[in-house]
């Protein structure tokens, strides 16, 4: 921890308008293939960067988590692209499906993770990693084995969250490298390895976000040039995946999937297009990242010097031209719920409403 008493930033309530931003642009790349042949044209867009032994980290979800990317379509990519990729993922924080190595492993098998090797990297030790430049950590404690790979697909369900306001790859990386007894702590507890679970959650909006971005800082240097991202705007609740079947029923259209070398600029073009919804569709999604402050991670790592706010969008369904995020998003279709998902949340909720009747 830094020991500067530091102060957060400001501004995670205010969305800035993309002729507002400065600095230079970086490339996204954006298709409407919501599926597993546009997971595989994305990559192959950014893939050039995946060299060595490959990891990929994504959140696997708790039990029948409804809205986790299918795990269909990262077969089709680890087959066809990444045939010797692991996927990497650590414990959790809170108690639930994934807080220990032997939750968490049942709980790969019941979301359809077994086609390729999952590694929980946090399961034989963890390992510090410096943080360059932050000013509430120095370094950030990850999985042990994270380090066995050469490099990273960091590889995103984008939702909303609901602490962080939104999930993109920044908290894919910064929560979801953290280990899950000692990184994930320092990250959301003040008192972080000196108090009980009452001080689990003391940090909220701007610093959540400073730290999450600091955390994400620490892994991003450590590999380099040799980690990429892809975010999949899917069946995206207000809440995180983390909530499994108990996430808040989702009202945003899906839009499509969008890849980039540049962790800012992919989840700064994610919120342009969330931002570029009309009222009806895009509201609930604005409201939960107004609320938690959560624009605040994209300030801050801009201020980290982790990417650009400013980028140009490749359209790559019609030849490469250039599209704004309001053309992105037109056409976009109401979001209409599986009826099986249906069933699940209505179970799930019956299934505490009865535990907190016993």
Same mark, same amino acid.
């Given at each position: ?34 599926? #597993? ?34 795990? +269909? ?7 066809? +692209? ?12 809170? #108690? ?146 983390? #909530? ?34 009309? +009222? ?41 031209? +250039? ?24 179970? #799930? ?10």
């Amino acid at each position: 921890m830094n020991q500067n008493n530091p102060v957060p930033g400001v501004g995670g309530d205010k969305y800035i308008p993309f002729n507002e931003r400065t600095g230079e642009a970086s490339v996204v790349y954006f298709t409407r293939d919501l599926s #597993a042949a546009g997971l595989q044209k994305m990559y192959q867009r950014v893939g050039a960067a995946i060299t060595g032994k490959a990891a990929i980290k994504l959140h696997t979800g708790e039990q029948f988590g409804p809205n986790i990317i299918p795990h +269909e379509w990262v077969q089709n990519l680890v087959e066809k +692209e990444l045939p010797q990729a692991t996927i990497i993922e650590t414990n959790t924080y809170y #108690a639930g499906d994934r807080d220990t190595t032997e939750k968490h492993r049942e709980t790969l098998k019941v979301n359809g993770w077994t086609f390729c090797p999952v590694d929980i990297t946090d399961a034989e030790g963890t390992v510090m990693l410096p943080v360059k430049g932050g000013k509430w950590f120095t370094e950030m404690s990850v999985g042990k084995s994270m380090l066995n790979y050469d490099s990273l697909l960091v590889l995103t369900h984008f939702k909303g969250h609901t602490m962080g306001g939104f999930g993109g790859s920044n908290k894919n990386i910064g929560i979801g490298c953290a280990d899950g007894k000692i990184g994930k702590a320092m990250i959301h507890s003040r008192l972080a390895g000196k108090g009980g679970e009452e001080d689990m959650w003391t940090i909220a909006e701007e610093e959540l976000m400073e730290r999450i971005s600091e955390s994400t800082k620490a892994t991003v240097d450590h590999f380099g040039k040799n980690i990429t991202f892809i975010n999949v705007m899917r069946n995206m609740s207000v809440d995180c995946d983390c #909530a499994g079947c108990l996430a808040e029923k989702v009202v945003t259209p899906n839009i499509g999937i969008l890849a980039s070398n540049d962790i800012l600029a992919l989840d700064q073009a994610c919120i342009d297009l969330v931002f570029a919804l009309s +009222e009806a569709d895009g509201n609930a999604l604005r409201e939960r990242i107004i609320t938690r402050h959560g624009l605040r991670q994209l300030s801050y790592m801009k201020e980290l010097g982790m990417g650009n706010d400013r980028y140009t969008l490749i359209d790559t369904d019609h030849a490469d031209t +250039e599209i704004q995020p309001k053309n992105a998003v037109a056409g976009v279709k109401p979001f209409v719920e599986l009826p099986i998902v249906t069933e699940r949340r209505l179970k #799930a909720m019956a299934a505490m409403a009865a535990a907190e009747q016993e």
